[in-house]
């Protein structure tokens, strides 16, 4: 099945600081992938779509600036936390799928704290 | 008025018993259907995908799908106390590679 493989998947920063998680599938190419972040005991948050060799699409009210993404290849999608606060700390998880006609699967998500 | 509707729970019930979630949904042009399962602090994880009217076995797993009445469900036969976790339930509106929209998700505890 299909396999998506996300690190870390536990990290602490400083205010201030940037973060970077890496998002891969392993063993099929992903021609889109997607950013969610979930507070606790809150549902999934769709923050964008990220499109290899061109540029990442954010939904309404996430900041472009701040959630850098880069998608430069079929099986990496990268997603960088500039300037993390506090309210950033959240767990992030990514998903893929090899077909357009499949569900997606998910990666094991990264927990971020900011301190 | 939300995309895709869930209770949020939490549902209990027996262990040995069925469990049924439901899950509703706005867009009647919806393609694809499916039931993630959300164990807490962990990603969720694909269960079932549901394409067609009418039901599909996995298992102790059938989802349901009427689009007609956009209406979706899951049941889960001889519930065991490992089946307790948040279910939730997404729709791809359009189909092809575009994103998935997801109801709040259904807790269910199974009662040993």
């Known amino acids: 099945g299909a396999v998506v493989s996300q690190h870390p998947s536990r990290v602490i920063c400083k205010s201030g600081t940037s973060v970077k998680i890496e998002c891969r599938s392993l063993d099929f190419q992903a021609t889109t992938m997607f950013w969610y972040r979930q507070f606790p005991k809150q549902s999934l948050m769709l923050m964008a779509t990220s499109n290899e060799g061109s540029k990442a699409t954010y939904e309404q009210g996430v900041e472009k600036d701040k959630f850098l993404i880069n998608h430069a290849s079929l099986t990496l999608s990268t997603l960088t936390v500039t300037s993390a606060h506090p309210e950033d700390s959240s767990f992030y998880i990514c998903s893929a799928s090899p077909t357009s006609e499949t569900g997606y699967t998910f990666g094991s998500g990264t927990r971020l704290t900011v301190v | 008025q939300k995309e895709v509707e869930q209770n949020s729970g939490p549902l209990s019930v027996p262990e040995g018993a069925i469990a049924s979630l439901n899950c509703t949904y706005s867009?009647?042009?919806?393609?694809?259907f499916f039931w993630y399962r959300q164990y807490s602090g962990k990603s969720p994880e694909l269960i079932m995908s549901?394409?067609?009217?009418g039901d599909k076995e996995d298992g102790r797993f059938t989802a349901q799908l009427n689009k007609a009445s956009q209406y979706v469900s899951l049941l889960i036969r001889d519930s065991q106390p490992s089946d307790s976790a948040t279910y939730l339930c997404a729709v791809n509106p359009a189909g092809g590679y575009q994103k998935v929209t997801f109801g709040i998700g259904t807790k269910l505890q199974v009662i040993p």
């Open positions: 549901i394409y067609s009217n």
């Open positions: 867009d009647r042009g919806s393609q694809s």
